[in-house]
């Protein structure tokens, strides 16, 4: 889109883990510091968390790609809501075991013989485990029980385990007593402080060819990071739309006006329509259902499709367009514009029943 207004060879901000971007701020030069001495130790577990958006899955991308293929046998592992039979499954399909029809005694059996046989020609085997906050203790403790596969003093099987900060507190748990004892290293993964969060987006426009178009105003870094509190994720998707926000106005310069702009922007767009006349609910709260917007019944409704026709004046239908052609605008940027259309539905009918129409 911006990307050839602004001289890039691609996009500096986009959202998707790309280990080409990496960033090595302190916090993730010692994350990254923690993994490889696990690595160097070949045993147990190492564990690290961080906020939701941190980069933590960016961080095990980047290990992977450092990794030499010829030594280590990696599988990496993203967890969700399973129970204790599905992850021995799990690690056996990331390590291409195959399991269909297996027993867990045989299940297991097989797992140990991969590994033996994997050690036996000169490898070790690496399991990483992200998003570990969705493991149940049950399937924690399968991992662990991986860890105790042994050919004479050596482990078979290391694993790193990745989460949010939420796996602290399972970690923490009485039940988790026999695997904190095999953990020999843990880090936080925390986020960027003000002078990280400049460096940070210089670094990744200049992945991409940036020659200081756009310029980035002192006071507009400061309050994307105010905005974005240094979570990389948070300035990822602020600064995509900035920049595209900055094509479209055909400027040069990133000032603090525009980034507050953007950040009113998408503050709206984190709002939930509701019923006709009814208050906007902010994403996340409880919302009665008794409020809640039919949209079925509502693109059924003859008046209320005629309404959608023919959107009002006060609407920028101008930006919008080219918001669409963009294929920015999102889906709840779309539902909340469609509930301001719908605020003036109760107005409109009753002008109508005024005229002389059946009012709905």
């Known amino acids: 889109m911006y990307e050839a207004y602004f001289g890039l060879r691609g996009k500096p901000f986009q959202l998707n883990p790309d280990p080409s971007f990496f960033y090595g701020s302190r916090g993730h030069r010692r994350a990254m510091a923690y993994l490889e001495y696990g690595l160097h130790q070949n045993e147990g577990f190492i564990v690290i968390t961080g906020e939701v958006g941190a980069g933590k899955t960016l961080l095990v991308r980047s ?4 990794l ?136 990744r426009l200049a992945c991409v060819g940036w020659k200081g178009n756009p310029a980035f105003d002192p006071e507009a870094t400061r309050e994307i990071y ?41 503050r709206e767009e984190q709002v939930t329509p509701t019923a006709v006349g009814a208050p906007p609910v902010p994403v996340g709260s409880a919302q ?19 309404l959608l026709a023919n959107a009002g004046p006060s609407f920028d239908m101008t930006r919008f367009d080219e918001r669409l052609a963009l294929l920015e605008r999102t889906l709840s940027t779309t539902l909340n514009t469609l509930s301001q259309l719908l605020k003036a539905a109760p107005a409109q009918q009753e002008a109508g029943a005024e005229g002389g129409a059946p009012a709905k």
Not at 102 to 118: G, N, R
Not at 157 to 180: D, K
Not at 243 to 261: I, S
Not at 288 to 306: G, I, N, S, T, Y
Request: aromatic content about 4%.
């Open 288 to 306: 009665p259902a008794a409020v809640a917007l039919d949209l079925q019944r509502l693109l059924a409704d003859p008046e209320a499709a005629k």
């Open 226 to 266: 105010n905005v974005s509190q240094g979570i990389p994720r948070r300035i990822n998707a602020l600064c995509d739309r900035i920049m595209l926000a900055a094509f479209l106005g055909e400027q040069r310069r990133v000032g603090v006006e525009l980034v507050n702009q953007i950040v009113s922007e998408m």
């Open 63 to 66: 290990l992977l790609e450092k």
């Open 68 to 203: 030499d293929s010829k030594k280590i046998v990696a599988a990496n592992l993203v967890s969700t809501q399973i129970d204790a039979d599905d992850i021995l499954r799990l690690v056996a399909a990331s390590f291409g075991i195959p399991s269909k029809h297996l027993s867990k005694s045989d299940l297991l059996l097989a797992i140990e013989a991969f590994l033996v046989s994997t050690t036996a020609a000169g490898k070790r085997a690496l399991l990483i485990v992200d998003e570990a906050q969705n493991l149940t203790q049950k399937a924690v403790e399968e991992l662990r029980m991986l860890s105790n596969f042994q050919l004479e003093d050596h482990a078979l099987l290391q694993s790193f385990l990745v989460g949010q900060p939420e796996f602290r507190a399972i970690m923490q748990s009485p039940e988790m007593v026999q695997l904190r004892q095999r953990v020999i290293a843990s880090y936080h993964l925390g986020p960027l402080d003000l002078q990280e969060t400049q460096a940070y987006v210089e670094h």
